[in-house]
């Protein structure tokens, strides 16, 4: 039978390119988002595009409750998740420590570590079960810098990287692997979701960069997660040639 690949944070960007690409090898694939709508058509498109099984769950990963309902009560047949992808995160906000929106740090911290934290409880037991399974992290570049006005994100996203490496060494025995991945600058969502729908200001992050496409992390993904059964990617920094690191890239004149 095919593998089955979770993808969390599937109705955009990343984890929806991360989906179209398993869907190209015929995977069987279980999506999540929020947003049912995106959710749905996704689905649909993917099923009918590529003849694959695709399972849609609309839950929010910062519910421990909404997030426990669903992965501990898969149907039957989409119980043995052997690839899982937390990808769903997210930035709210730029701002220096002292005049930060504790809202805005509650949402970071409630999504990229706690709500990462229970979908790999929910799935981690069944992959230790079967001595088998694979668990892709999408951290960031901001999980290995930091930059100004970015403190909480960046802690966020440091802890997705110390969680990686913490998973590896309690899931050594179980023959689990665990990757990190930690990306630059991909134009997606992202920076509408970080300034809180300004597209003007979420345009001009990418203005002049020739940002990493969503397809180019996702064929990323796809590579680490389908190499010999004896080969872990740990951890890979992926930027766009024009970025050398968090702080630094070059903008094409016009
Ligand atoms: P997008 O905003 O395009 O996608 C984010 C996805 O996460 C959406 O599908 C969204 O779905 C989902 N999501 C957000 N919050 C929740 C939640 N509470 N519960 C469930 N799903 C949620 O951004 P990207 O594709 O760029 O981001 C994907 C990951 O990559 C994130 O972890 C991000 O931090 C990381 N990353 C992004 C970089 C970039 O430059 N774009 C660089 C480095 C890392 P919905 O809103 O429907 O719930
Ligand atoms: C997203 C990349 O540079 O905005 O994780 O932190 S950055």
């Known amino acids: 039978m095919k593998k089955t690949v979770l993808i969390t944070g599937a109705t955009s960007g990343i984890g929806r390119a991360t989906a179209e690409r398993f869907a190209k090898a015929s995977y069987r694939i279980i999506i999540t988002g929020r947003r049912k709508e995106r ?19 609309v839950f929010d990963v910062r519910s421990k409750a909404e997030t426990e309902k669903h992965l501990l009560n898969l149907p039957a047949e989409w119980r043995d998740i052997d690839i899982l992808i937390n990808n ?26 706690k709500g990462l934290l229970y979908v790999t409880r929910a799935v981690a037991p069944g992959m230790v079960k079967r001595a088998s399974g694979h668990i892709i992290n999408i951290a960031s570049i901001a999980g290995k810098e930091v930059y100004e006005n970015g403190g909480v994100y960046c802690a966020s996203k440091h802890a997705v990287d110390a969680l990686s490496r913490g998973m590896r060494i309690d899931l050594l025995k179980h023959g689990i ?11 997606t969502e992202f920076s509408l979701v970080r300034f809180k729908g300004d597209s003007t200001r979420a345009a001009s992050v990418y203005e002049g960069i020739d ?21 872990c990617i740990n951890d890979l920094v992926i930027t766009p ?3 050398a690191n968090a702080t630094n890239s070059v903008r094409r004149r016009k």
């Open 88 to 113: 769903a995160g997210l930035a709210v906000g730029l701002a220096h420590i002292d005049e930060g929106d504790t809202d805005d740090w509650d949402r970071m911290i409630d999504t990229n570590v």
């Open 39 to 57: 959710l749905d058509e996704l689905a649909m498109e993917l099923a009918a595009r590529y003849g694959v099984e695709i399972l849609p769950l």
């Open 211 to 231: 940002a990493l496409r969503a397809e180019d992390i996702a064929d990323v993904i796809f590579y680490c997660a389908t190499l010999p059964e004896h080969v």
């Open 177 to 187: 692997k665990v990757t990190n991945i930690a990306p630059g600058m991909v134009e």
């Open 241 to 243: 040639t024009s970025q």
